[in-house]
């Protein structure tokens, strides 16, 4: 999760890590020891900013 201080636009991007295990005949696990790192294009997000206000009902 991220915090906007500020209204605007910003670039955002979704970056996944992927690992593996295997294991033979129902041995232990073993981890596949490389991981694969793949970045997805940045996109353009709009942050808006609203107020509360207290009003007398």
Known sequence: MHTYLEAGQFAS???????AQ?????????????QV????PATTITVKQARSVLVNQ
């Open 37 to 40: 790192t793949v970045r997805q």
């Open 13 to 19: 991007f979704v970056q996944v890590r992927f690992g």
């Open 22 to 34: 295997f294991r033979v005949n129902g041995g232990p696990w073993i981890e596949v020891p490389d």
